[in-house]
Every structure is written in C-alpha cells, then in structure tokens.
C-alpha cells in the first residue's frame, strides 16, 4: 500500500480510532427475523473530524 502525504494547512480536531470486530447481520423479509454471523479477522473504524474555516481565514 502506498504512503499518502498529509496536507500540511489541514489540522484535525480530532481523529478517534476503534476496532470492529468482523460481524454482519441478516433479517428475514419473511417474518423480520435477524440472525448474526461472526467472520474472522478485525478493522480498524476512524472518523475524522476537521476544523471549519471562513474565507477570510483561508486567505491568511
């Protein structure tokens, strides 16, 4: 996987990170019931959440 360059004029307010275990679940259209099934192997979840500027602070 290849490396990405990060801007440097973009700041996150924060970026938390989690696991996620590897599960799907499945409802019957018949009679709505659900089943869960559990898979192998676990990802890791992020959200980034970046700042908000004006126009007029971009422009500094």
């Known amino acids: 996987m290849a490396a990405l360059e990060w801007p440097e004029d973009v700041c996150p307010a924060s970026l938390p990170r989690r696991p996620e275990s590897n ?4 409802r019957s259209p018949f009679n709505g019931s659900s089943q869960t099934a559990r898979f192998p192997g676990t990802r890791w979840v992020c959200s980034l959440t970046s700042l908000i500027y004006t126009y007029d602070a971009a422009d500094d």
Not at 23 to 26: D, L, N, V
Request: aromatic content about 24%; hydrophobic content about 25%; overall charge positive.
């Open 23 to 26: 599960t799907k679940t499945f």
